[in-house]
């Protein structure tokens, strides 16, 4: 989910499903969506404008803020449509690659609602979430209106009660005429979420046409991957999935690296405190881009070749290590990282934490360097936190 520290976790397994993907899910379980078709050539955008007259061209990647960036057009002819779907096929958006792109009726939109369920770990359920303030800001409603968005914790045996979403409808202040609607809507997608193992449906925005009918305009769908073996149906979507070429090439070298969708990049020895540096930084309101593990490695090579798979991620604006010296000393890793740093043209700030053997001595080498030293995981996430910032991220 989008809104940061908030219910929900970072970096789970999950099969990320596009936003066509999530459509046909969410069209499954009886939820309105937009008439339209993906297409992987200009000509055939063009080919579906013939057929749908007004649409919107809508790049097809794993990330939002796609409208800001470019990624969602109004074409008002199929010439247009062909040309902005030939702008966005085979380019980069947002550091991905577009290889979809979904071309569908454009809607007369009246409201932009925001309609979210996830798993609230806190509280052991799923957690229903509706704003009138939907569309693309709803991270910033988070943070300064809070009490916009309208929250529901789901009994996992019973399931919603309608009254309960009656209620919650009524809370989050909607256009009266939709009640219904949009309760019915709440169901189907928990339906959804429920039946497919899902931790993350998102309709956003949810809206209302000016004929007042309710309309998923967007979809996010993550399952989760320890229920792919009993969702056969969901894993065709991974085929489609991008392969990430980081992945690839970690793989390649035999290297444990995951991509997230921050703009932190972590490098942690050891599985658990890599984890862990994940929590803290969420914790902190911070966002991984990727982590490595370095395993038991201090050597300058394996440093070299861990931050180079990190740094290959545009979306990363600074670097987390967290080093806990155990069998490996603390001074031989920093070592490791100021000769492999020094090799290296980095232009993003790097901060490193270290604790456990020889952590002093390790801090002490990095005086002197570009290298921020930190002795606590907690002051290392705020510090590498308010790094990005200045940096634009
Ligand atoms: P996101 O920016 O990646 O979240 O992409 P969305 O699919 O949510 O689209 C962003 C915004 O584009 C929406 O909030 C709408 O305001 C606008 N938009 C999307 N589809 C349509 C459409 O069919 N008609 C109109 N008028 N606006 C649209
Ligand atoms: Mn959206």
């Given amino acids: 989910?989008?809104?940061?520290?908030?219910?929900?976790?970072?970096?789970r397994a999950e099969l990320k499903l596009y936003e066509f993907q999530a459509k046909r899910v969410f069209a499954q379980g009886g939820i309105s969506v937009p008439q339209g078709e993906v297409v992987q050539d200009p000509e055939d955008a063009a080919r579906v404008a013939e057929r749908l007259g007004r649409v919107v061209v809508k790049a097809q990647v794993h990330v939002g803020g796609r409208g800001k960036a470019g990624g969602i057009k109004?074409?008002?002819?199929?010439?247009?449509?062909?040309?902005?779907?030939?702008?966005?096929?085979?380019?980069?958006?947002?550091?991905?690659?577009?290889?979809?792109?979904?071309?569908?009726?454009?809607?007369?939109?009246?409201?932009?609602?925001?309609?979210?369920?996830?798993?609230?770990?806190?509280?052991?359920?799923?957690?229903?979430?509706?704003?009138?303030m939907g569309g693309v800001d709803i991270e910033e409603v988070a943070a300064t209106q809070p009490e916009k968005i309208a929250k529901l914790h789901i009994d996992p045996a019973w399931g919603p009660w309608d009254f309960q979403l009656r209620d919650l409808v009524a809370r989050a202040a909607?256009?009266?005429?939709?009640?219904?609607?949009?309760?019915?809507?709440?169901?189907?997608?928990?339906?959804?979420?429920?039946?497919?193992?899902?931790?993350?449906?998102?309709?956003?925005?949810?809206?209302?046409?000016?004929?007042?009918?309710?309309?998923?305009?967007?979809?996010?769908?993550?399952?989760?991957d320890n229920a792919l073996f009993r969702q056969k149906e969901l894993l065709k979507y991974r085929e489609v999935s991008e392969a990430d070429p980081i992945e690839a090439e970690a793989a390649k070298l035999g290297v444990a690296y995951v991509r997230l969708d921050g703009n932190i990049g972590v490098i942690g020895n050891g599985a658990g405190?890599?984890?862990?540096?994940?929590?803290?930084?969420?914790?902190?309101?911070?966002k991984a881009a990727n982590f490595c593990d370095l395993g038991g490695g201090a050597k300058a090579e394996t440093v070299r070749q861990d931050l180079g798979l990190v740094l290959m991620n545009?979306?990363?604006?600074?670097?987390?290590?967290?080093?806990?010296?155990?069998?490996?000393?603390?001074?031989?890793?920093?070592?490791?990282?100021?000769?492999?740093?020094?090799?290296m043209d980095i232009k993003v700030p790097i901060v490193i934490r270290m604790s456990g053997t020889k952590a002093a001595e390790g801090r002490e080498l990095l005086k002197g360097t570009n290298l921020i030293p930190a002795a606590t995981a907690q002051e290392a996430a705020q510090k590498i936190i308010e790094l990005v910032k200045g940096w634009g991220g």
């Fill in 1 to 11: 989910m989008s809104l940061c520290c908030q219910a929900g976790g970072w970096g």
């Fill in 74 to 132: 109004l074409a008002n002819t199929p010439a247009e449509a062909r040309q902005y779907a030939a702008g966005m096929l085979g380019r980069p958006l947002k550091g991905f690659t577009v290889n979809y792109a979904l071309v569908e009726e454009a809607q007369n939109i009246a409201a932009e609602y925001y309609l979210g369920i996830t798993i609230d770990r806190n509280a052991d359920k799923a957690i229903a979430m509706l704003s009138s």
């Fill in 174 to 224: 909607l256009d009266p005429r939709v009640s219904r609607e949009i309760a019915a809507v709440i169901r189907k997608l928990y339906n959804v979420f429920l039946t497919s193992d899902a931790s993350l449906a998102e309709i956003n925005p949810l809206i209302v046409t000016a004929d007042g009918k309710v309309v998923a305009a967007d979809g996010k769908f993550d399952v989760d």
């Fill in 273 to 286: 405190l890599v984890m862990t540096t994940l929590d803290i930084l969420s914790r902190n309101c911070g």
């Fill in 314 to 343: 545009p979306n990363v604006r600074g670097v987390l290590f967290n080093i806990f010296g155990g069998i490996v000393r603390c001074d031989e890793v920093a070592k490791g990282i100021i000769d492999a740093t020094g090799t």
